[in-house]
């Protein structure tokens, strides 16, 4: 039976006690020897943690028993050791970084598509571009079919690479756990998209909700285990020190 649980969550929303916030997290963390990081910035917060069940449930009651955190949801997975070597706790400009300063995430937001909305979509062969927000070196590890890559080495890179999109159907975007989503999505309404939507919870919450249906791969994530399947198990999958894509016997893109 698996004894480590996983969780990954965001929030938008301005926060003034960033000091108080990551001095009483730090205690409660390190208390309960939960590994991982959390992100805080005047526009919120970003967490992923590892540790033992009964801690990161007493950690989620902490946290969400704050009113500015009451409504924050988790994407949880399971393994048998922790997922991150160490704990960080970081006051940061942005929680995820995008240097876009007319993107405003803690005032609005996209509509969201959940994973049982997008599968049917794609059921019925309905007419859009699915965006995988990602940087390039994820996307290798597994996407969506027909999911159009744009080959971004870091995700501030987006707001370039986006003016490339044409505007003549719905963008349905998505990304790990769905906080890219998030700020590139109110990107692409303010370049003049009519129509965006945002995947909910991202593919973490689709491979729980559908499983591996439309998907081919893996799915990246920024931890110990590299890469999870569509049962969020981790896959074992190496990664190349060099290009940061799958290694498998070959790493073809850094021979190339």
């Known amino acids: 039976m698996t004894s480590i649980i996983n969780i990954a969550g965001y929030k938008?929303?301005?926060?003034?006690?960033?000091?108080?916030?990551?001095?009483?997290?730090?205690?409660?963390?390190?208390?309960?020897?939960?590994?991982?990081?959390?992100?805080?910035?005047?526009?919120?917060?970003?967490?992923?943690?590892?540790?033992?069940?009964?801690?990161?449930?007493?950690?989620?009651?902490?946290?969400?028993?704050?009113t500015a955190f009451s409504d924050m949801t988790f994407r949880e997975s399971y393994s048998q050791t922790v997922s991150?070597?160490?704990?960080?706790?970081?006051?940061?400009?942005?929680?995820i970084t995008f240097k876009n300063k007319a993107i405003r995430a803690h005032e609005a937001s996209a509509p969201r598509l959940s994973p049982a909305e997008l599968k049917q979509w794609l059921d019925e062969n309905k007419e859009m571009t699915l965006l995988d927000?990602?940087?390039?070196?994820?996307?290798?590890?597994?996407?969506?079919?027909?999911?159009?890559?744009?080959?971004?080495?870091?995700?501030?890179?987006?707001?370039?690479?986006?003016?490339?999109?044409?505007?003549?159907?719905?963008?349905?975007?998505?990304?790990?756990?769905?906080?890219?989503?998030?700020?590139?999505?109110?990107?692409?309404?303010?370049?003049?998209?009519?129509?965006?939507?945002?995947?909910?919870g991202g593919i973490l919450n689709y491979f729980k909700e559908i499983g591996e249906e439309y998907y081919q791969g893996d799915c990246f994530v920024f931890d110990e285990r590299i890469a999870l399947d569509a049962k969020l198990q981790s896959t074992k999958t190496k990664q190349c020190t060099r290009c940061f894509g799958p290694l498998t016997t070959v790493c073809t893109t850094c021979l190339s």
Request: glycine share 6%.
């Open 12 to 66: 938008f929303i301005i926060l003034d006690n960033l000091v108080a916030l990551k001095t009483e997290f730090s205690a409660f963390c390190r208390e309960n020897d939960l590994t991982g990081t959390v992100l805080l910035s005047v526009e919120g917060i970003n967490l992923n943690l590892s540790g033992e069940v009964a801690k990161i449930i007493s950690f989620k009651k902490h946290l969400l028993a704050k």
């Open 84 to 95: 991150f070597k160490r704990l960080k706790i970081k006051i940061k400009p942005e929680i």
């Open 133 to 200: 927000t990602r940087n390039d070196f994820e996307v290798r590890f597994g996407t969506f079919k027909q999911a159009i890559n744009l080959k971004i080495a870091d995700f501030t890179e987006f707001n370039k690479a986006a003016t490339s999109l044409k505007k003549d159907k719905p963008i349905v975007m998505f990304c790990t756990g769905g906080i890219r989503c998030e700020k590139a999505s109110l990107h692409l309404l303010n370049l003049g998209h009519k129509e965006v939507y945002q995947l909910d």
